[in-house]
């Protein structure tokens, strides 16, 4: 392992402050863990952060988010101690308990419902993939419930790419932008992309798969050309060499488009389709009929730009895609990831310097921490796979719409409680908000974990329990994109707060001592490192760490088992044609469906909803239902937007800043969902679509009405229920109409 090379100790003096040095992850944080230094006053106070100049990730560069935190941990409206409901759920009545009461409470609650109705009946909800995720679910499968999960539709956030690309090539892959050296781009192995395709992502704001937007910028002064695949002209997108619009939900059709042109004109990688690649004849005849001209008529955008844009990444010398949630974020989500998955593996940009490479295997929450400590016999007994067939090949969460049924009906046993945490469901991941809240408060006992009030604790938590935020703990990082280790380190030590870590290892010794035998968080989290040769303490001296990485694994063996040439596939080949895919009933081979409903499959609806609508657009000062509670990031973006081109804001007659509801049916149910939104006009946005931002609460509303969230959530428009798999939801292709506040009550 190669560390980095620092100057001063991970923590020191300067002037009358304190500086410690360490990696940002959450609460509050997104999905990166930036290089950080934190800066405390003699009172212990945060008083400021910068990024760190010396951390290969960012390079010292920091996003606003991770500036105001100071503000968020010395926020005085934050819980610094357990309460226990004492009114009735949703009244905001409280009473302050010790951490022995709150843990002694949750013990016997939970140690009652799995004698008297098994641990299945105890269910435990996550939040999106951060350090947090691990610990989570091994407190789950130690206790002994099979049904854990993220609260989202269909899973439809980075799992549909994962196991779309395990389908084709046993493996998940990312860009390669030299996240995987200490020297990062000055290490003579690496090449830089000739050509990055950024594909629904906008990796300024966001950040998908471990991925530093600002990446894409370095490589881009280094030579990389891009192209844009969005609804939007972002930044990236007004410096493209190819910018391709297209209506949210076809990007399969477009995928598939791109294979047709790189195969008919023969610019595809011949030999290493004949070395490597299985099922191409099969490919090549699926994709024969997507012409540009087919593809463009239902992508809404223009032929030659999409014969452009397949013709420069064919003939590139290193491509990589740099992809987001919008593949993920509809209900054939599998599918359309092959289509794009397939484009790389055509073109051989494959564990290739410049091309897609592969996370390290220390990524926890990817490997299964604590699967071991379930029995065959629990695990049996997941909610999912009954219905989803894909979620017995290898998906290890429960469905989060069939623990809302089973919620509901009692079907195929009864669900009693739920450990939420790290999580708003109400708010961010949940659709159809108000049945999730009457699905939830069915059940009789609920546990939250967060460091604020939210509309989720206030409408269900029997118990709270407060969390401490990323300057207040010890926490360590793994892989998530790059081949790298660090640590979370505490700068300020709050004995009221505990981590989610501590939580989880109190809470786990209590229910499964024998799974947690750890006297402490960072003896756990030595315990994680062993594989590597090294304790968290060591780690913290010296991190961030770099892992060995190579390129062309699968030449030499290195990706198989069996230690044999090839990829961890039936077949030893990337598979065009996925026998993982067969093997559950599912195509085999890339399809484009059309969007349910849509303009397309429900003209009568879209005649009624003429807008197509795409939802969670990212924005600089929020990352999902985090941040609404800052004061200085609020007035970044202070109300929730949906952004409209001017020929539709004018046939529409709307004027910039007005409120308007955005309405629309909630699949084809027969009924609707609505949600407030400011205008916001723009010529970015291509027209017939609108876009929207997410997750919106008002915190300084009023918490019995449980601060606005039936006004302001976008996922009321959206049903339960996903595709075929299971997998994706539509989150992302909406229809909707738009009218004004003061005219549509």
Known sequence: MTFVEHKKPFRYQEGNLTVTRGSAWSAPGCH??????MYTDADGKLVKVEGDPENPFNHGRLCVRCLAVPDAVNNLER???????????GEDKWKEMSWDEAFDLIEEKFKYYKEKYGAESVTFWQGTGRDIAAWITRLAWSFGSPNH???????ACYAPRVYGCIALSGSFWVGDFSQQFADRYDNPEWKCPDIIMVWGNNPLVANSDGAYGHWVTDCMRRGSKLITVDPKVTWLGSRSEVMLQIRPGTDAALALAMGHVMI????????????????????AEVVKDWTPERAAEVCWTDADSIREAARVFAKADGACIQWGVALDQKEEAVTACQAVASLLMITGNIDNPGGMIKPPEVLMYLNGWGFDLISEEQYAKRLGPEKYKFYNVGVVAASAECM???METGEPYPLKAAWIQTTNP???????????LEAFKKLEFIVVVDPFKTPTLIALADVVLPVAMFPERNGIRCGDGAQR???????????????????????GRRLAPDAWPWDNVEDMFSAVYDSI???????????????????????????????????????????????????VDLPQLPVFEEPVPGPVTTPNLYEEFPLVLTTGARRWNTFHAENRENRYLRRIHPEPAVQINPKDAEKLGLSEGEWVWVEGPKGLSGETGRCKRVVEITPTILEGVVSTDHAWWHPEGDPEKLYDVFDLNVNQLMPWGCGPSGMGANYKCLLCKIYKVDGGE
């Not at 819980?79 to 759920?89: H, Q, S």
């Open 485 to 507: 280790i660090e640590t979370i380190n505490k700068a300020i030590d709050d004995p009221s707060l505990k981590s989610d870590m501590e939580i989880n290892l109190e809470l």
């Open 533 to 583: 040769g090294i304790t968290f303490e060591e780690a913290q001296k010296q991190a961030p760490g770099y892992m060995p990485f190579e390129y062309y694994k699968y030449k030499t063996g290195k990706l198989r088992p069996d230690g044999q040439p090839g990829f961890p596939t039936p077949t030893g080949r990337l598979e065009l044609w996925s026998n993982m895919m067969h093997s």
């Open 426 to 436: 109400l708010t961010c991941m949940g659709v159809d908000p108000q049945r999730t």
């Open 149 to 155: 999960g993220p609260s989202l539709n269909g899973l």
């Open 32 to 37: 990166l863990g930036c290089g950080v230094l």
């Open 404 to 406: 809302i049924e089973a």
């Open 79 to 89: 819980i610094r101690k357990p309460m226990r409901r004492m009114g009735e759920r």
């Open 264 to 283: 008919e004109e023969g610019i595809y990688d011949k030999e290493f389709v004949n070395l490597w690649c299985y099922g191409f004849d099969e490919y």
